[in-house]
């Protein structure tokens, strides 16, 4: 019986998914002892201070202030295109004042004369 408890204990360490490492690491940081839970998941205390190290890794660059995503970009985008709409709705302003000194009637002033 005990080398099929063994056996089955085996089968169910196996890869270690994203989420069992996390349970792993957050059972760590409650303050379960190190070489217990090694010994109980069947991987070394070195293992478990790597997946510790990353986990706080990834914890503290989410902390920091994000990046750039997809919204970011569309946004990016659309001032860009508002610029872009700013400046050539200037140009025509400019390009309708001059047309307008050079003839006073123009277009939409008819002359009296």
């Known amino acids: 019986m005990k080398k099929q408890q063994k056996q089955e204990r ?7 998914s994203a989420r069992r490492k996390k349970e792993a690491v957050l059972r760590l940081l409650k303050g379960e002892e190190l070489d217990a ?4 998941l069947g ?3 070195a293992v478990l201070n ?3 190290e990353k986990f706080l890794a990834g914890a503290e660059t989410n902390l920091k202030s994000r990046e750039p995503g997809p919204a ?4 990016l985008r659309l001032k860009a295109m508002v610029g872009e709409l700013m400046m050539k709705n200037e ?13 006073p ?9």
């Not at 085996?10 to 270690?16: L, S």
């Not at 839970?37 to 109980?40: F, G, H, P």
């Not at 140009?91 to 003839?103: F, I, Q, S, T, Y």
């Not at 009637?105 to 004369?113: H, T």
């Open 10 to 16: 085996t089968a169910e360490r196996g890869r270690f």
């Open 37 to 40: 839970l090694s010994r109980e």
């Open 43 to 45: 991987v070394t205390a």
């Open 50 to 52: 790597q997946w510790q």
């Open 72 to 75: 970011d970009d569309e946004v």
């Open 91 to 103: 140009l025509l302003a400019e390009k309708a004042r001059l047309l307008e000194g050079n003839a």
């Open 105 to 113: 009637g123009f277009p939409w002033r008819k002359s009296r004369g």
